[in-house]
């Protein structure tokens, strides 16, 4: 099981330049925290070191100081928070000039930074957890396809709706091979309040393409299993989604996943995450 953005995110588009200096500021929005706080951390010193050379290569150009290169950096530092401490400043053309493009750059470079870091942190997600692996088994006297998935967060994911497609492989009655993609309905496709765990299922019967089908052929017919869910998130109010790929290794037949609840007088009591992938028996 793989996440779609995982899954699509590593082939190869030929003929389109798709790097993350095309489109830089979704790249940004898309890094984790460490890794934008790193990128922003090697820019800074790179930005502050840049212009601290600038000042360095004319003597006396910055007063209140000996001017080493340590001292041009902090200065560079001062010059671009606009701190300002007083005890450093320009003299001459060339500092002033220094001084003011590096004011200008750091007004733009401190604008985008806001952007970037209030939409990271407005931005919904959600926090959707996917068993390792689905199910080919008897339920309830019917060939059933399930999995089930699990909400991490202590809130509801309203009206939250769930769709499955089948990706497989095809031949044309002209002999051309093409892969397919084809809808597959399931037994309750939404809930009106997703708070804690959901068993999604699809009845295998002779409308589905999963008809029949074997373990051997799932690997020849490459066929793939995708989940899209969509809904809406209670605390931030805005809709949030979470999507997975099933690939033919995480298939498997015969088995049932493990009772994660714990009841007491008909209620809840409690759910138990580390049962979360477990099937019976192992």
């Not at 779609?4 to 940004?28: A, M, P």
């Not at 898309?30 to 290569?57: E, G, H, K, M, T």
């Not at 401490?85 to 470079?109: M, N, Q, R, T």
């Not at 949030?240 to 033919?248: A, F, K, L, Q, R």
Request: charged share 15%; net charge neutral.
């Amino acid at each position: 099981m793989e996440s779609t953005e995982h899954r699509f995110k590593n082939i190869q588009k030929i003929g389109v330049h798709s790097g993350w200096t095309q489109d830089l500021y979704h790249s940004l929005l898309l890094y984790s925290w460490s890794r934008f706080f790193l990128s922003y951390l090697v820019f800074f010193l790179f930005f502050n070191f840049s212009f601290a050379c600038a000042y360095w290569l004319v003597p006396g150009s910055v007063q209140g100081t000996d001017l080493s290169l340590w001292n041009a950096f902090a200065f560079s530092v001062q010059t671009f928070s606009t701190v300002g401490y007083g005890a450093f400043y320009p003299k001459g053309d060339w500092a002033h000039i220094v001084v003011i493009i590096e004011s200008v750059l750091s007004v733009f470079v401190t604008a985008v930074l806001t952007g970037l870091i209030f939409a990271k942190f407005s931005r919904p997600s959600a926090r959707i957890l996917f068993s390792k692996n689905i199910l080919i088994t008897q339920f309830d006297g019917k060939k059933t396809l399930m999995f089930r998935m699990g909400n991490l967060r202590a809130n509801q994911i309203v009206e939250a709706q769930v769709k499955l497609m089948v990706l497989k492989n095809f031949k044309t009655i002209e002999g051309e091979s093409i892969r397919r993609q084809l809808d597959i309905p399931v037994v309750r496709s939404s809930s009106l309040f997703f708070a804690l765990s959901w068993t999604v299922m699809h009845i295998i019967d002779e409308n589905s393409p999963l008809y029949n089908l074997t373990l051997k052929d799932l690997m020849d017919q490459n066929l793939e299993i995708g989940v899209s869910v969509i809904g809406y998130d209670s605390t931030f109010s805005q809709t949030i989604h979470s999507n997975c790929m099933y690939v033919p290794t995480d298939f498997i037949f015969d088995r049932h996943f493990e009772d994660i609840f714990t009841l007491k007088d008909g209620r809840i009591q409690s759910m138990n995450y580390e049962k979360f992938h477990l099937l019976k028996g192992t």
